[in-house]
């Protein structure tokens, strides 16, 4: 079956501009997460689901960060008035249901603000 | 401060070299979990292994869990020159809901 999706696979932006990140999760997969790993650092934890509930965002590093999950599918982060230090791989995870799984990675989304 | 701190940070073996990755985490754990990233994009699960499981195999891999000294240890034998990747360790924690990543060890694995 197909795996975790993301889209767009690399996004340029110009700073103080909005972006939108998308990821289509594991069919069936309840939990759904987002981590930001900057250039040669390990992952930073920055929200998970749980069907469209978000019980946990403090792992948002600002409030210019927003993350929403609709039909329990498909997840959207957005990122308002994008700053250099945006500049990161999104990393977007599934899994089953939330705790004790292993999570399933999509590609990532390469952001770089100019 | 890291849940999962892992070392070496960086490790440079020959092919057909076994390679050993540790792990030390911080808070009880219900299962760590082992991932490993291929130029910085996305993660691939490797190997899970459970508070009450003291050692676990998936072919070449060989995993260890220490839970009184809260250290676990990758081994990968007969390494090849594509196991060249980063390496991870992950442990739930906050509540069980939020897997928190390792530093990780950047192996490279030379012909």
């Known amino acids: 079956g197909a795996g975790v999706s993301q889209s767009p696979s690399n996004k340029v932006t110009e700073k103080g501009k909005d972006v939108e990140l998308r990821c289509d999760p594991i069919?069936?997969?309840?939990?759904l997460y987002w981590y930001r790993q900057s250039l040669g650092q390990g992952l930073e934890f920055l929200i998970y689901?749980?069907?469209?509930?978000?019980?946990?965002k403090s792992g948002l590093p600002s409030d210019r960060f927003s993350a929403e999950r609709t039909g329990g599918s498909v997840s959207t982060l957005t990122i308002q008035r994008t700053q250099q230090e945006d500049s990161a791989v999104y990393l977007c995870?599934?899994?089953?249901?939330?705790?004790?799984?292993?999570?399933?990675f999509g590609p990532g989304t390469r952001l770089t603000v100019t | 401060s890291q849940q999962g701190e892992e070392d070496p940070q960086a490790l440079s073996i020959q092919e057909g070299e076994n390679a050993t990755m540790n792990c030390s985490y911080k808070?009880?754990?219900?299962?760590l979990q082992w991932y490993r990233q291929n130029s910085g994009r996305g993660l691939v699960h490797l190997i899970l292994?459970?508070?009450?499981?003291r050692e676990k195999h998936s072919g070449r891999l060989r995993v260890t869990l220490d839970t009184s000294k809260k250290s676990s240890s990758l081994l990968i034998t007969a390494s090849r020159a594509a196991d060249t990747a980063s390496y991870f360790c992950?442990?739930?924690?906050?509540?069980?809901?939020?897997?928190?990543f390792g530093t990780g060890t950047q192996l490279k694995v030379e012909l």
């Open positions: 995870a599934s899994s089953p249901m939330t705790g004790v799984y292993e999570q399933y």
């Open positions: 069919s069936g997969h309840t939990a």
């Open positions: 689901f749980q069907g469209n509930s978000a019980p946990d």
């Open positions: 808070t009880s754990i219900n299962n």
């Open positions: 292994i459970r508070s009450n499981e």
């Open positions: 992950a442990t739930y924690t906050g509540g069980g809901n939020k897997l928190t």
